[in-house]
C-alpha cells in the first residue's frame, strides 16, 4: 500500500529555533507539493518540485523557509528562524503528472512554535 | 486565478440517508479537473473522487458519487448511504489539467456530522 510519509508527525519548538520537515514520496510519483493548513486561511500552497526540480514557491515567506528535493525519494521543507505565525500543519502531497492529476497526502506535521 | 466555493460550513444527516455536499468552482480554463478529499478529526487527507472537466459521465467510488453540472460550474459530492465514519471535514478542490502548474485550490471545507 503505497503512501506519502512524513516525519515527524508533531513538532513543538521555541519561536526562532530552526525547523525541518521530511516528506518521502510514493514511489514512481513526479510532482511533490507542500501545503499548509490553518483555520484561518485553510490549505494553501507553499511549494511544488516536479521531477526535483523547483517550479513554484510564491507561496512561501522566502525570508524564512525554504524547500529542497535532494532525491527523487526525499523532499524537505526548512523554517528559520521559526515564529509563533508558523503554527499549523504542514502537509505534503505528492503525484504522477501525465497519468492522473491525483495528489495523494501524507499525514501531515503539526507545528507548533512557542 | 482559481476559485473554490463551499457554503455550507456545516452539514447533519441521518445514518443511512444521502447527503450532498455543495462545491462550486471558477475557471476560465477549459481543461481541470476537480476533487473531493475527506479529513476526519485525525487529521489526514483522504481522497475520495475525481471528475475531469473532459469527462462525459459523473465519477463514481462506491458511496461517493460526483454530481458534475459543467454549465452551472458545480461538482456536488453526494455520499449514500452515510455512516458514522463518514463524520469529518470535506474539501472541494480544483486543479489545471493544461500545460501549467496543477497545484490544488481548495475550498474552506464542509463539516458532516452524522447523526445516529
Known amino acids: 500500500d503505497a503512501r506519502v510519509t512524513q516525519t515527524p508527525r508533531h513538532k513543538v519548538t521555541e519561536m526562532g529555533q530552526e525547523v525541518t520537515m521530511r516528506c518521502q514520496p510514493i514511489l514512481g510519483h513526479n510532482t511533490v507539493f507542500w501545503y499548509r493548513q490553518t483555520m484561518m486561511q485553510g490549505l494553501e500552497l507553499l511549494a511544488y518540485?516536479?521531477?526535483?526540480?523547483?517550479?513554484?514557491d510564491s507561496g512561501m515567506p522566502k525570508d524564512r523557509f525554504s524547500a529542497e528535493m535532494p532525491d527523487a525519494t526525499l523532499a524537505t521543507l526548512k523554517i528559520q528562524p521559526s515564529e509563533p505565525r508558523d503554527s499549523a500543519v504542514y502537509f505534503c502531497?505528492?503525484?504522477?503528472?501525465?497519468?492522473?492529476?491525483?495528489?495523494?497526502f501524507g499525514p501531515g506535521t503539526r507545528l507548533t512554535v512557542l | 486565478a482559481q476559485k473554490i466555493t463551499q457554503t455550507q460550513p456545516g452539514m447533519f444527516v441521518q445514518e443511512k440517508e444521502a447527503v450532498t455536499l455543495d462545491c462550486t468552482y471558477d475557471t476560465s480554463d477549459p481543461s481541470y479537473g476537480l476533487f473531493w478529499y475527506k479529513q476526519p478529526s485525525s487529521g489526514e487527507m483522504i481522497f475520495l473522487i475525481y471528475q475531469g472537466s473532459y469527462d462525459q459521465q459523473n465519477a463514481t467510488e462506491g458511496r461517493y458519487s460526483l454530481n458534475f453540472q459543467k454549465a452551472r460550474k458545480s461538482a456536488n459530492l453526494v455520499i449514500s448511504a452515510s455512516q458514522l465514519g463518514d463524520s469529518a471535514m470535506y474539501f472541494c478542490a480544483m486543479s489545471l489539467t493544461g500545460a501549467g502548474s496543477y497545484q490544488l485550490t481548495f475550498g474552506k471545507g464542509t463539516k458532516l456530522s452524522v447523526i445516529p
Open positions: 518540485f516536479r521531477n526535483r526540480a523547483p517550479l513554484d
Open positions: 502531497a505528492s503525484g504522477l503528472r501525465g497519468l492522473t492529476d491525483t495528489q495523494y
